[in-house]
């Protein structure tokens, strides 16, 4: 997917639906996940390809601000998102795989590759050292938020 990669995997005790439900009601996200501080929502209808939001979260102890689209989904096994910010290409893949009944596998891989003429920015640096270890704990995070949300409510 890019130049610089990071996978993480959680294991979360409900059905694949309801987590597929959590990770793409974008307007409860801040609600979900610790690491959101706001979504804005820029387009209607339902979650898709096209979808895009403006995602407001806490990175190496900064508040940043992306624009995110979908640009794959195949509900409910698989979405991928982009983004662009500082001469950088960003990839979110969400993977959901239910290997028992109830109990659902979700993989996110994160990467970062540089525009074309773009710098290699601070964030890409990091994921190519010790910083991947950072991103990877940012990421289990956010899925054990999830997990606890939707194990809730399962």
Not at 41 to 69: C, I, Y
Not at 120 to 137: D, E, F, I, K
């Amino acid at each position: 997917m890019g130049d610089s990669e990071v996978s993480v995997e959680r294991e979360v005790a409900a059905p694949k639906a309801a987590v597929w439900d959590a990770l793409t009601d974008l307007e409860s996200m801040p609600l979900v996940v610790s690491g959101v501080d706001a979504v804005e929502v820029l387009t209607p209808g339902p979650f898709g390809v096209g979808t895009r939001w403006r995602e407001t979260r806490r990175m190496f102890g900064k508040s940043a601000t992306e624009e995110m689209r979908v640009t794959v989904c195949d509900a409910p096994v698989r979405y991928v998102t982009e983004a662009e910010n500082h001469g950088m290409h960003y990839f979110s893949e969400f993977r959901l795989t239910e290997r028992n009944p109830g109990r659902t596998v979700v993989r996110m891989t994160f990467s970062a590759r540089p525009l074309p003429g773009g710098k290699m920015p601070l964030l890409a640096r990091l994921l190519g050292g010790l910083g991947s270890r950072a991103v990877s704990r940012a990421i289990a995070k956010d899925l054990a938020d999830v997990a606890a949300s939707v194990e809730r409510t399962t």
